[in-house]
T-cell receptor
Framework: EDKVVQSPLSLVVHEGDTVTLNCSYE??????LLWYKQEKKAPTFLFML????IEKKSGRLSSILDKKELFSILNITTTQTGDSAVYLC?????????FGAGTRLTVKP | EAQVTQNPRYLITVTGKKLTVTCSQN?????MSWYRQDPGLGLRQIYY???????DKGDVPEGYKVSRKEKRNFPLILESPSPNQTSLYFC????????????FGDGTRLSIL
């Protein structure tokens, strides 16, 4: 059965800390791994990873995919209170997208 | 502005009363999808559509129907809602197939009493 597992489920840090969020997947016909940030409303797209070992960066956020070990990580450096959100990873196939349960990140001042 | 629009945003209704949640996108996307989000379970796909008149079941299709008569619209129909369908629902769309990043609507919170 296809599944996507994120860890930790919840994380509380202080501003300035660095965090690493994990996502492992077992999906038939895997095509890509996507990360989304969800604050109060709709998830917003962060990264899409298709190839192993190639880091994608956007400001303080970065992500990498390991297709051999079937996992991805999302790093956030020098966290800010505005980074507080639920971070979702999703594994896409030819037809659909399977999401993990999400990691709730809380950044305290 | 590129967007996915869902209506209504909030609805409280009673068991058995048919309801429809509309979804419309203005990006000419082929792929559209419905998800429900429940605490601890993340987003679970209900139905998806690869193009007009092409729909398929996701992980949790029971109790739901969809139609795709036009490219821009993908309504979600609950013929006989039950309390276990109380949830937050998201519509999403993307270009091409499901592997592309999806644009999400702002969500519809349904409460079935």
């Amino acid at each position: 059965e296809d599944k996507v597992v994120q860890s930790p489920l919840s994380l509380v840090v202080h501003e300035g800390d660095t965090v690493t969020l994990n996502c492992s997947y077992e999906v038939t016909n895997f095509r890509s791994l996507l990360w989304y940030k969800q604050e109060k409303k709709a998830p917003t797209f962060l990264f899409m990873l298709t190839s192993s070992g190639i880091e994608k960066k956007s400001g303080r956020l970065s992500s990498i995919l390991d297709k051999k070990e079937l996992f991805s990580i999302l790093n956030i450096t020098t966290t800010q209170t505005g980074d507080s959100a639920v971070y979702l990873c999703a594994a896409s196939t030819n037809n659909d997208m399977r999401f993990g349960a999400g990691t709730r990140l809380t950044v305290k001042p | 502005e590129a967007q996915v629009t869902q209506n209504p945003r909030y609805l409280i209704t009673v068991t058995g009363k048919k309801l429809t949640v509309t979804c419309s996108q203005n990006m000419n996307h082929e792929y559209m999808s419905w998800y429900r989000q429940d605490p601890g379970l993340g987003l679970r796909q209900i139905y998806y559509s690869m193009n007009v008149e092409v729909t398929d079941k996701g992980d949790v299709p029971e109790g739901y129907k969809v139609s795709r008569k036009e490219k821009r619209n993908f309504p979600l129909i609950l013929e006989s809602p039950s309390p276990n369908q109380t949830s937050l629902y998201f519509c999403a769309s993307s270009s091409g197939q499901g592997a592309m990043p999806q644009h999400f609507g702002d969500g519809t919170r349904l409460s079935i009493l």
